[in-house]
C-alpha cells in the first residue's frame, strides 16, 4: 500500500494543504478575542511559546506518525503497533474529525447564507443585526439548506482526489484568502481612530491577565494548527520522502498564526473606529463567538462607505478560511473508510456526507445537541487526542524510527541533541500542558 499511496506533488502544495487544514473559522474570531481577553501583547507572547514548544512538536509528530505508516488516521496506529490498543486512538482522531464536522458545517452554512445576502445587497438595508441572525437560528430549514450546499462543496474537492482536489483546492484557496486579509487589513488600519482599536489588541495590559493565561493560550494552539483531530497524520501519510517535518511544521505554524493576527487587524481597528460605545464595543470583541461575526462587525460594516463590498469581502474570507478546514476534516473520514473497509473513495465520500448531513440537521434544529458536540470535541476529544500522539510517539515508538522520519533517512542534518529536546518535549512536556488542558476543560 505504501508505494501505491499518492502523495502531494509539490511543497508549495503540502504547506498550503496542512496551512489550509490549519486555519479556519477559530482564527478569526477565537484568536483575535482570546488576545482582547488575555492582555493584549502579552497573550500574543504566551501563544506564540505554546507553539513552538507545545503545538510545532506534536503538529511534527503527527507527520511522523502519517509517513512512516502511509496509511489513515486509524490504520496507522495499526500499522505502527500492530496488536496493541493504539488503535483506538486513530479511531478517536477520525471520530473527533466527524463529530466537528456535524456542527462546524451548520457555522460554515452561516457564513454562505452572509456571503450571499452581503452579496445581494440585502445586509445593507437590516437594521437589527440581531435580529437578522436570529431570524436565520429560528429557520432550520434555511440553515439545513446552506449547510447541506457546504457539505456538498467540501465533498467535491474530496471525490476529486489528493492532487486534483486537495492540493489543487489549496494552492488556489490559500492565496485568495491572504489577498482578502490583507485588503480588508489595509482598510481596517486606514479607518479614522482605528489606532485605538490597535492598542487594544497589542498593548500588554496585565489589568487583562487572568490566572488560566497559560491554558487559554495552549488550548488555543491546540485547537488552531488541528492537533488530535487527524488531519496532519492524514496529510503526513502524503507527504513525499524528501519533506522536511520539522520546517513544514514551521512555516504552517506561522501561515496559521498570521492569519490570526490578521484577523484581529480586521476586526478591532474597525470595531474601535466605528462605533459610538467603545467601552460597550470591547466586551462585545472580548465576547468573541458567532455574535461578533454575525452581529457586531455586519453592524459596523454598514456604516462604512461602501458597504456592501467590504461586507461581502470579509463573508467570501470566512467562507475561505471555513472551506479550507472542512476539506482536511473530511478526507480525515473519508480515507478511513477508503482503505479500512474498503469502499471506493466515491463510495466513502457520499457516506461520509450522508453522515455529517444527518449530524448537522440534528444540530440546526437542537442548540444543546450543537453545543453537546462543540464541547465534546474542544474539551475532551482534541486533548485527548494530543495526549495520547505525543505519548505514543516520545514513548512508543522506536527512537530510531523517529530520528529516520525526521532526518529522511539521514539525509537531513538534525543533530543529537534535537532529537533529544524533541523526545523530552513529547515525553513529559506537551503530556504534562495537555493533561492540564484536559483537567481545566473539565473543571472550568
Known amino acids: 500500500m505504501s508505494e501505491k499511496r499518492v502523495t502531494f506533488a509539490s511543497k ?37 511559546g505554546c507553539i513552538l514548544f507545545f503545538g510545532i512538536p506534536l503538529m511534527v509528530s503527527e507527520f511522523v506518525v502519517g509517513r512512516a505508516s502511509r496509511a489513515n488516521t486509524a490504520g496507522a496506529f495499526h500499522k505502527l503497533a500492530p496488536g496493541t490498543q493504539w488503535k483506538w486512538v486513530g479511531r478517536l482522531g477520525v471520530l473527533t474529525g466527524f463529530v466537528i464536522m456535524g456542527f462546524y458545517m451548520v457555522v460554515c452554512g452561516w457564513t454562505l447564507d452572509y456571503f450571499f445576502q452581503s452579496l445581494s445587497g440585502n445586509l445593507h438595508g437590516v437594521t437589527d443585526f440581531s435580529g437578522n441572525f436570529n431570524t436565520l437560528l429560528g429557520n432550520p430549514l434555511r440553515q439545513i439548506g446552506w449547510m447541506i450546499l457546504f457539505t456538498l462543496l467540501t465533498a467535491f474537492f474530496i471525490l476529486s482526489g489528493v492532487k486534483k482536489g486537495i492540493e489543487q483546492s489549496a494552492k488556489i484557496l490559500m492565496p485568495v484568502l491572504f489577498l482578502l486579509l490583507m485588503i480588508l487589513a489595509i482598510r481596517s488600519v486606514l479607518l479614522e481612530g482605528s489606532a485605538q482599536g490597535l492598542n487594544f489588541l497589542f498593548k500588554p495590559s496585565m489589568e487583562h491577565v487572568k ?21 496532519m497524520i492524514t496529510y503526513g501519510s502524503y507527504f513525499n520522502n524528501d519533506i522536511n517535518f520539522t520546517k513544514t511544521a514551521i512555516q504552517v505554524s506561522l501561515l496559521d498564526s498570521l ?33 461578533l461575526l454575525f452581529i457586531t462587525l455586519p453592524e459596523l460594516f454598514n456604516q462604512m462607505p461602501l458597504s456592501m463590498v467590504w461586507a461581502t469581502l470579509f463573508f467570501c474570507l470566512l467562507s475561505v478560511a471555513a472551506l479550507t478546514s472542512t476539506i482536511s476534516l473530511m478526507e480525515v473520514v473519508t480515507v478511513y473508510l477508503h482503505e479500512e473497509y474498503p469502499l471506493s473513495r466515491r463510495k466513502s465520500t457520499l457516506l461520509v456526507s450522508i453522515g455529517v448531513i444527518i449530524l448537522g440537521v440534528i444540530s440546526s434544529l437542537s442548540a444543546p445537541f450543537f ?25 512508543y515508538l522506536d527512537k530510531q524510527l523517529v530520528y529516520a522520519q525526521l532526518t529522511n533517512e539521514g539525509t537531513l542534518k538534525q543533530s543529537v541533541w534535537f532529537l533529544k529536546i524533541y523526545i523530552i518535549l513529547l515525553r513529559y512536556v506537551a503530556p504534562i500542558a495537555i493533561l492540564a488542558i484536559f483537567i481545566y476543560g473539565l473543571t472550568g
Do not use: H
Open 12 to 48: 508549495i502544495g503540502i504547506v498550503a494543504a496542512a496551512a489550509g487544514s490549519a486555519v479556519g473559522l477559530g482564527n478569526i474570531w477565537r484568536f483575535p478575542s482570546q488576545t482582547a481577553d488575555g492582555g493584549g501583547a502579552i497573550f500574543i507572547l504566551v501563544y506564540i
Open 211 to 231: 490566572p488560566t493565561l497559560f491554558l487559554d493560550a495552549m488550548g488555543q494552539a491546540f485547537f488552531s494548527l488541528s492537533i488530535g483531530m487527524g488531519c
Open 259 to 291: 492569519v490570526a493576527i490578521l484577523a484581529g487587524i480586521i476586526i478591532f481597528p474597525s470595531a474601535f473606529a466605528l462605533t459610538a460605545n467603545p467601552g460597550t464595543i470591547a466586551n462585545e470583541l472580548v465576547a468573541g463567538g458567532p455574535g
Open 371 to 395: 453545543n453537546i458536540l462543540d464541547v465534546a470535541s474542544a474539551k475532551f476529544m482534541l486533548p485527548l487526542g494530543g495526549f495520547f500522539i505525543s505519548l505514543f510517539v516520545g514513548w
